[in-house]
């Protein structure tokens, strides 16, 4: 994967993360379905989509924000709470619709995939933030 600039925009980020959660997903759903079904296999790929929204509001709002600047910020914590609603509505939206198996495959990818995601991006993260003059 080609290098990306320090001063990329926002919807560049947006599609490769989406791209990079659609990817940890499709392993997901092959794991879930063959450890436990196509409803966990549905599942682990929602979770992992789910993880790839959740990680570029996380990354942008948490990881990107200057650290001068971490006195409490209640747009930031409104951003927060709403992405952790909408994960939360999305797994029972899966459950209602799949059963416990998606659920489970959900949980476990949407923490596997967010973990991955965030890993991943901690390097770009930090490069941004060198060349912003933010970080030594």
Known sequence: MAEATVNESASAAFRRMMLKAAGIGIV???????????R???????????A???AVGYVRSHV????????FDSRVARFAVMRI???AAAAVAVHMSFGRPALKG????????FAIL??????????????RGIIG
Not at 28 to 38: E, F, H, I, Q
Not at 40 to 50: E, M, R, T
Not at 106 to 113: D, M, S
């Open 28 to 38: 997901a759903a092959l794991v879930g379905l063959g450890s436990a079904g196509n």
């Open 40 to 50: 966990a296999a549905i599942g682990a790929f929602a979770g992992c989509l789910a």
């Open 52 to 54: 790839g929204v959740y």
């Open 64 to 71: 990107l924000r200057p650290f001068s600047d971490r006195t």
């Open 85 to 87: 609603g909408v994960v």
């Open 106 to 113: 959900y949980l476990l990818a949407f923490l596997v995939g």
């Open 118 to 131: 965030v890993i991943t991006e901690a390097p770009r993260a930090t490069k941004q933030l060198r060349a």
